[in-house]
Nanobody, 126 residues
Framework: QVQLVESGGGLVPPGGSLRLSCKASGGTFNTATMAWFRQAPGKEREFVASNRRSGENTYYADSVKGRFTMSRDNTESAVYLQMNSLKPEDTAVYYC???????????????????WGRGTQVTVSS
């Protein structure tokens, strides 16, 4: 059983930055596909970023490309999401998710992920 715990959310003004963390326990982290999703009030959960393994490409939603950077540390069994130039439309609960190795076409599909954290709130407001 894999457990995921997110941290690092908070309130930040537009243009600010935040770094989210997700620590995993259980399972085989090194070969797990890891991802970040987000869900704003009244909206469906949407893909933010995903990485299948260290050394492989990380994929981003168009809405965050160039502003967000996902990284992973296999020694810590953790993934991070550095969020810069934040906008009010980035306000959402951010979730960490993991799955056994997914094919590229499945990376953005929330239904393909087996394990989820409880989420951390990010609010971008002045």
């Amino acid at each position: 059983q894999v457990q995921l715990v997110e941290s690092g959310g908070g309130l930040v003004p537009p243009g600010g930055s935040l770094r989210l963390s997700c620590k995993a326990s259980g399972g085989t982290f090194n070969t797990a596909t890891m991802a970040w999703f987000r869900q704003a009030p009244g909206k469906e959960r949407e893909f933010v970023a995903s990485n299948r393994r260290s050394g492989e490409n990380t994929y981003y939603a168009d809405s965050v490309k160039g502003r967000f950077t996902m990284s992973r540390d296999n020694t810590e069994s953790a993934v991070y999401l550095q969020m810069n130039s934040l906008k009010p439309e980035d306000t959402a609960v951010y979730y960490c998710a993991s799955a056994r190795r997914l094919i590229l076409s499945a990376l953005g599909m929330s239904s393909m992920y087996d394990y989820w954290g409880r989420g951390t709130q990010v609010t971008v407001s002045s």
